[in-house]
């Protein structure tokens, strides 16, 4: 493999990594959202496009979160928002749903996630772009079986991203009339929470040394985690910081628009190759 081109990428996941650091503090919604598509173009330009790409952004996507994720916690909670009675509540739930997630995920084709990763990633992203901080569902966080319901579905579809769980915590949380600044610093523990299961079972995924770069276990590479990690250890508290210090609104919903682009694109690709 070209030496040129291994250091062009280097330099390329160093640059994504310290962005997905301050986007986790920042805007809650995890380093996964802009890891997974990056690490798929990555590893494709690299000349690994077999059946299984998808399995190795996802798995080395959630590698990521769990560091990523417990630095956020702990710069967040250092200022007092961390809600941790949400935390111990739906923590169970949201686990179980990311240990069906990964379990499913390991089955599927690279292609059929590239059209999951679109079709939610849209979702997302509408939502970042178009949403309102006055939307309501509800004046407190569900109990009973809304959680039993929706716990499972925020570990389940975040393990299918790739993600933490702020796509879909901070809405969830926002919605239920949590603070902004609390609901993103909690769902830094939802990534936690969601990312350890998944890694685990990415790990057992059984991918050809042909079809994945060098320094990979199951569908982990060592490589990419590595450099992205020691960028967002330094630039997620820089994150944190801002989103105590600034209205991050505006940039939220440039950010939507963003997304959703990107989104749009992975699904054109998983339909039309």
């Not at 998944?198 to 569908?219: E, H």
Request: aromatic share 8%; charged share 10%.
């Amino acid at each position: 493999m070209d030496t040129w081109l291994l250091l062009q990428m280097a330099l390329v996941l160093i640059v994504i990594g310290g962005v997905a650091g301050v986007l986790a503090g920042l805007l809650g919604v995890g380093g996964g959202i802009v890891l997974v598509p990056a690490f798929f173009y990555a590893f494709q330009t690299l000349g690994f496009d077999g059946p299984q790409l998808m399995q190795l952004c996802l798995g080395t996507s959630l590698a990521t979160i769990i560091v990523t994720s417990v630095r956020s916690v702990l710069g967040h909670n250092k200022k007092g928002a961390v809600d941790w009675e949400i935390l111990r509540n739906w923590g169970p739930t949201i686990a179980v749903g990311a240990a069906i997630g990964v379990t499913i995920a390991a089955q599927l084709r690279s292609d059929v996630l590239q059209a999951i990763f679109g079709l939610l990633g849209i979702v997302v992203g509408i939502y970042m772009g178009l949403g309102r901080s006055d939307w309501r569902l509800g004046e407190a966080m569900p109990t009973g079986g809304k959680r039993i319901a929706l716990g499972p579905m925020v570990g389940f579809l975040s393990v299918l991203m790739g993600i933490g769980g702020g796509s879909f915590g901070v809405p969830l949380m926002s919605l239920y009339n949590t603070p902004i600044h609390r609901a993103v610093a909690t769902a830094a523990g939802f990534g936690v929470i969601i990312a350890v299961p998944g890694v685990i079972g990415f790990l057992l995924v059984d991918i050809p040394d042909s079809q994945r770069p060098a320094f990979s276990i199951g569908a982990v590479n060592l490589v990419a985690f590595g450099l992205v990690i020691v960028m967002t250890l330094l630039t997620a508290p820089w994150g944190v910081k801002l989103a105590h210090s600034m209205d991050a609104k505006p940039l939220k919903r440039v950010f939507g628009l963003f997304l959703t682009l990107i989104a749009l694109n992975m699904l054109r690709k998983a339909i039309w190759g």
